[in-house]
């Protein structure tokens, strides 16, 4: 992965006398907006960029947006501008599975947009959507009528038209941005971006990192051989993701051992997520409020991410390895096809796998020892989807899917570099390995006479029937 970002694939849009007719203020801002729109960055690679240096305005420390990327701008007169397209766009998944949604600058999510506090910023938004739409900047404090609130704070911004948003970024911290027009329909297509406010200097809240990603989480429903996310959809979606891609498709976080690490999460979804990581300890240093108080913050190996909120998570990366970062809901690690799989766990069925096989050759047994299996199976997919569980590790298949990732932890990486490693080199004696010995009998303490021995053979099996005491459960058993 590059150091910085490339940006060689741009597109021009609405440049001269016909930008300035199109450029519709969605409330009132100064005669310079109206100046010629700034080019829109377009890209629509699905790898991770690297961080964007700034090379105008304040120095900071940027972020790395996982398999995405930030946004460019221009400076005028003092003001940050940057220009977002509203736009169909094919986002790739995973490797072989696209997507047609709904994003901004070629991409879902949207490039992250990078400030620094104090800055005078302004968004031009161009929709080349079917329909209106608008821009709510989520959490941020600005005017009223820059809330993007369409019907409410602005009139939403038709088809073609170009619309001006411009405010101060009064306080540091982690937002993020998405239409509040047709969200129903907007956002289940993959409207939404992340906003980065840095501080402008040494703040008593927020510490100086190392490596510092974000990424937002959102969820789709889309059958297998199919391109269109269901917008109607409210709970039962089959695709859960980092930025738009789904694991194996998702990169790794590439860290240098001893660095402090942030991680800016975002859900856009439906459901809440518990953000879990493995090796190490992280605390919640800020919210989508702003920083958290230093003695509020506690040792934590899981974080939930609730409907509409951001955490950020912090920690030390001082164990050398490749980490586990995932959502700890397990139907949240793991891609379509899978949530409407009956449950044949003990079911011996290989008489009548025989017989189908007779008429369907290809047929296979599905989830009789589990669903681990079909991570390694080769079977027949529909033209458009990835594997339910799949990826593989040094080891042999993961078997995992959806919101799941690694965190590789080098002493080699080199400070600032972002490159992916490969799979990490054990130690002699540091992998758990198959004991070949002999196994001791297990030794069974006197645990009184509430406890009864195993029945003999041939006796029948005792089956325990358990009564919840208490009132009002009519008698029920569980």
């Not at 991770?48 to 946004?71: E, F, K, M, Q």
């Not at 990581?277 to 240093?285: A, K, L, R, S």
């Not at 040094?394 to 690694?406: E, K, R, S, V």
């Not at 080199?425 to 303490?445: D, N, S």
Request: proline share 8%.
């Amino acid at each position: 992965m590059p150091k910085t970002m490339n940006t060689n694939s741009r597109r021009g849009f609405l440049t001269g006398m016909g930008a300035i007719a199109g450029a519709v203020s969605a409330a009132s801002v100064s005669k310079v907006a109206m100046a010629a729109l700034p080019e829109p960055a377009i890209r629509t690679k699905p790898d991770t960029a690297g961080p964007l240096i700034p090379n105008t305005g304040r120095d900071y420390n940027p972020v790395v947006t996982l398999n995405g990327w930030t946004a460019p701008w221009r400076m005028n007169n003092g003001v940050k501008e940057f220009h977002l397209v509203a736009e169909p766009v094919v986002r790739e998944l995973a490797p072989g599975f696209k997507a047609h949604l709904w994003g901004y600058n070629g991409q879902s999510p949207g490039p992250t947009i990078e400030v620094v506090e104090g800055d005078r910023v302004r968004v031009f938004v161009t929709n080349k959507l079917p329909e209106h739409t608008s821009i709510h900047w989520h959490g941020q404090r600005l005017p009223n009528g820059m809330d993007g609130v369409s019907g409410l704070t602005q009139k939403a911004i038709d088809p073609g038209k170009t619309f001006v948003y411009e405010f101060a970024a009064r306080r540091p911290g982690t937002f993020m941005y998405h239409p509040h027009a047709d969200e129903m329909t907007q956002m289940a297509m993959g409207m939404m971006g992340f906003w980065v406010t840095h501080p402008k200097g040494r703040h008593p809240l927020i510490d100086a990192v190392d490596r510092d990603f974000v990424f937002l989480l959102n969820a789709y429903d889309i059958e297998p051989g199919s391109y269109t996310p269901k917008i109607m959809t409210m709970t039962d979606f089959n695709l859960w993701t980092f930025n738009s891609r789904v694991f194996p498709g998702i990169d790794s976080m590439n860290v240098r051992h001893g660095d402090k690490v942030r991680i800016r999460v975002g859900n856009l979804t439906m459901t809440n997520h518990p953000m879990h990581i493995h090796g190490h300890e992280f605390v919640v240093t800020g919210t989508d409020g702003g920083p958290t108080p230093r003695a509020a913050r506690w040792p934590e190996v899981s974080a939930d991410i609730a409907v509409g909120q951001m955490r950020q998570l912090e920690f030390v990366a001082d164990e050398e390895g490749d980490w586990a970062f995932h959502c700890h809901k397990s139907h949240h690690t793991m891609n379509a096809m899978g949530h409407d799989v009956p449950t044949m766990i003990g079911v011996d069925h290989r008489d009548v796998a025989k017989k189908i096989a007779k008429l369907v050759p290809d047929y296979m047994v599905m989830g009789e020892r589990g669903m681990a299996d079909m991570g390694e199976m080769e079977m027949p997919l529909p033209d458009n989807t990835v594997p339910m569980m799949t990826g593989k590790g040094p080891f042999g298949h993961i078997a995992m899917g959806g919101m799941f990732t690694t965190v590789k932890v080098r002493r080699e990486q080199k400070r600032g570099d972002y490159a992916d490693p490969g799979w990490f080199r054990h130690p002699a004696g540091t992998v758990a390995y198959e004991f070949t010995g002999q196994l001791p009998q297990p030794v069974r303490g006197d645990a009184g006479p509430a406890v009864r021995a195993a029945p003999e053979s041939g006796a029948k099996d005792i089956e325990v029937r358990v009564r919840k005491p208490g009132a009002g459960h009519g008698g029920h058993t569980h």
